[in-house]
Each structure stands twice: as structure tokens, then as C-alpha cells.
């Protein structure tokens, strides 16, 4: 359930910065109020997240998404008072509110009380995940958290993003990749091992990811097009 609501925000994310109009509704209360800070603290945006009387709130949210598209919204509503609402109205607000309808669980028994728990890495996998799906090109060739046959360490090497048709993979990095040695070390012998196995790497900050991912998206398009002019000669 978490990861499916982190690609909604993901996908939601993409959808502004393409300029349409989006309203994230947060369908579960306190958890997505959660979730939501979370998410705008990682991502480095100033969002808007809106709550109280439902009607009044999706209407201003529309206002302001259609006056400022790229900029967060968010409209923070219980189960029984989004479906009461919803019932019967077949208007632009309301299929504002589907494409926006963001259901937000209850966590485990085991996880209740603790935090969400999103980092940078994850929010920037989702976020970039969500951008190749969504563009022509990329759709359908990456997968998220892959595994490889050859060991890294005591486990399968894993890969953020891969693309085995293609023989692409994307890391993304914390900024901590770099300021750390042992961890600047550990990338770079990955790197070196991914390469013998016949696949393209490409490392991304996840601070440039969170910042504007349309670049991340042409990075791994340039990397696509080596791959199919490799093919084609």
C-alpha cells in the first residue's frame, strides 16, 4: 500500500511539471497528512496541503492548481466524507478528484505509530519510475528494484531501475554517496561490475531527480538511443 500511494505522489509530481492541473486527494486522515510533510520535506517543494470542509477545499484547490499548475496541492479528506461527496456529481471537480484520488490505509498492526519513513533515494526511484512510464519511449522497458544473477557483497546486486532488453541501469544516489569514501568506493566498484556484465550505467543525484526530473528522463532517453543505434548497426 505505501509504495502504491509514494508512485501516485510520483506520478502526480510528473503530471504539474508537464503544466496540467492536479489536485492530490489524500483519502485517510492523519496518514496522509503524514505522508504528504514527508513527501514535500524530501522532494524540496513548497506544497499546500488543505483541510476542513471538503467542498469548499477542493474548490479552492482547483482554483489554485488551474492559476499555478507545477506548484503541490494537496486536499486532506476522510474516507466517509470523500465518497459522500463524490456520490451522484459527474462535474470537472469531480473528475478532478479522480485523477487526484490518492487512498491512504492504515499501516500494518506491527508499523502503527512509527513514521513513514520515506528517504530521498525512494521518493527520487518512484518519482523517476513514474516519468519513464509516463513517456513514449521509456514506457514499459524499466523495473523497479531488479536483481541481478551475480553477487555485490553477501546478497544479488540489485539495481534501481533496470531495462534487461535494453542492458541499461540506473543507480540513484544520496548526496551521501559522495561526501562518504567507503561509500564512494562501494558505487564505484558496482559500477565496475555492472559494466562487465554488459549494462549501461547511468548515476543520478536524487537531489537533481527531486529538483526537476525531465532531465533524469533525457539522461536515460540519450542512454536508450546509444543502446538502439548500437542494434541498428
Not at 505522489?9 to 492530490?24: I, S
Not at 522532494?43 to 477542493?58: C, K, M, P, Q, V
Not at 566498484?189 to 526537476?212: H, I, P, S, Y
Request: charged share 30%.
Amino acid at each position: 500500500m505505501f509504495d502504491s500511494v509514494l508512485r501516485r505522489l510520483a506520478r502526480d509530481h510528473w503530471v504539474r511539471l508537464h503544466g496540467t492541473p492536479r489536485v492530490t486527494v489524500l483519502v485517510g486522515g492523519a496518514r496522509g497528512r503524514e505522508i504528504w510533510d514527508q513527501w514535500i520535506a524530501v522532494s524540496s517543494t513548497a506544497g499546500t496541503l488543505l483541510h476542513g470542509e471538503f467542498d469548499d477545499r477542493i474548490r479552492e484547490a482547483v482554483a489554485r492548481a488551474l492559476a499555478d499548475p507545477t506548484h503541490p496541492i494537496a486536499v486532506l479528506v476522510t474516507a466517509d466524507a470523500a465518497s459522500h461527496w463524490r456520490a451522484g456529481r459527474d462535474d470537472r471537480l469531480a473528475a478532478m478528484v479522480d485523477e487526484g484520488w490518492v487512498t491512504v490505509g492504515d499501516p500494518p498492526v506491527a508499523e502503527r505509530g512509527r513514521p513513514a519513513n520515506l528517504d530521498a533515494r525512494s521518493v527520487a526511484e518512484a518519482t523517476l519510475y513514474e516519468a519513464l512510464e509516463a513517456t513514449p519511449a521509456t514506457t514499459g522497458r524499466f523495473r523497479l528494484n531488479e536483481a541481478l544473477s551475480v553477487r555485490f557483497g553477501p546478497t544479488a546486486a540489485e539495481i534501481d531501475l533496470l531495462s534487461r532488453g535494453d542492458r541499461i541501469a540506473i543507480e540513484i544516489d544520496g548526496i551521501h554517496h559522495f561526501a562518504d569514501p567507503d561509500c564512494y568506493r562501494r558505487d564505484r566498484r558496482k559500477d565496475l561490475l555492472l559494466q562487465t556484465q554488459g549494462l549501461l550505467v547511468v548515476r543520478l543525484l536524487a537531489e537533481d531527480v527531486m529538483r526537476d526530473v525531465r532531465a533524469a528522463v533525457n539522461a536515460v532517453c540519450q542512454a536508450l538511443a546509444y543502446r538502439l543505434g548500437e542494434r541498428a548497426r
